[in-house]
């Protein structure tokens, strides 16, 4: 993906205000219209100022599309990192049209309709209206349960219409067993409700920070765990430690790296438990003894084995 610069697409500078936007958008329209202009690209330059308009126009989309490209230029090879938006609290209006650059990125968040009380009025009692924000977590937190205090940026325009972030906290209850992508609803923290109407909901969607042992899927874990040559060979009974409890695994006979075991309910504690996939690697003890280099000499010449054999055949 190659990145597109929104703000020189509409030739506006980057801490333009919303007026000047809207301003920049119309003249072009004008100018690039297919059923009015006469340039050759029209069809395609509209397609790109729609796309800037888009994004620029939304304070939210604004404020996430700041927070990814202000390392970028136009044109370089663009790849947002991991989890770039947690910590954003959006609203849940309903998703605008985006062109080619934007779309994955914020097909989840929303965005669109009004943004200064972000409540969408139905009539005089009006509900207001659901945020929703990514927060990450450490994978202890579903083992053990906790709560933690959660900072979260809010898109907001000033008076003179400058896009910033306002920031907040709150504190979390996790319950044990929680997992990646699971939703905890904080009834009244969205916006505020419309002539007397109930607040909105809070949706705080749930990742996890990398953990140096386990990846995680849904409420499975995945481990890689080193074997020696002979518990492969042999088979063998294998403690691990899982946070503050230890199992034991059993390494079947003849075992092999890439094979995968199963340990069924060993992966988060949810309300029907994961499990746990350990991915074997057979770890080769090096030759830096006299001894070691003798048993492997011994296997070399005693042992009937020939790993490439299926090449020759």
Do not use: C
Request: charge should be neutral; avoid cysteine; glycine fraction near 10%.
């Amino acid at each position: 993906m190659q990145y597109k610069d929104y703000y020189q697409i509409l030739g506006v500078n980057r801490d333009a205000v919303q007026a000047d936007i809207k301003k920049a958008f119309r003249k072009l329209a004008r100018k690039f219209h297919p059923d009015v202009s006469k340039e050759t690209n029209a069809e395609q330059r509209m397609k790109e100022i729609n796309e800037a308009y888009a994004v620029l126009s939304d304070p939210e989309k604004r404020a996430a599309y700041d927070q990814l490209g202000q390392h970028y230029r136009a044109g370089e090879e663009f790849q947002p990192p991991p989890n770039w938006d947690a910590g954003f609290e959006f609203s849940s209006a309903e998703n605008l049209n985006f062109g080619d650059f934007f779309s994955e990125l914020f097909g989840r968040m929303g965005g669109g309709g009004t943004h200064g009380g972000r409540g969408e009025s139905r009539g005089f009692h009006s509900r207001g209206e659901d945020h929703h924000a990514k927060i990450l977590l450490d994978l202890e937190d579903a083992f053990h349960g906790a709560t933690r205090q959660i900072t979260l940026r809010a898109p907001r325009v000033d008076a003179q219409g400058r896009v910033g972030l306002d920031t907040h906290t709150l504190n979390v209850k996790i319950p044990r067993g929680v997992y990646a992508g699971q939703i905890i609803r904080l009834s009244g923290k969205g916006s505020p409700g419309l002539g007397g109407g109930k607040p909105g909901d809070l949706l705080l969607e749930l990742e996890f920070n990398p953990h140096p042992r386990f990846r995680v899927d849904g409420s499975n874990l995945y481990m890689k765990l080193p074997v020696t040559p002979w518990e492969a060979a042999l088979g063998a009974i294998i403690a691990i430690k899982l946070f503050e409890a230890e199992i034991k695994v059993r390494i079947p006979e003849g075992a092999q790296s890439g094979q995968q075991l199963r340990v069924r309910g060993q992966g988060i504690p949810s309300k029907i438990p994961g499990d746990l996939i350990l991915d074997l690697q057979v770890v080769l003890p090096a030759a830096s003894s006299a001894k070691a280099r003798k048993l492997y000499e011994t296997m070399a010449h005693e042992l009937a084995f020939d790993p490439r054999a299926d090449l020759r055949s």
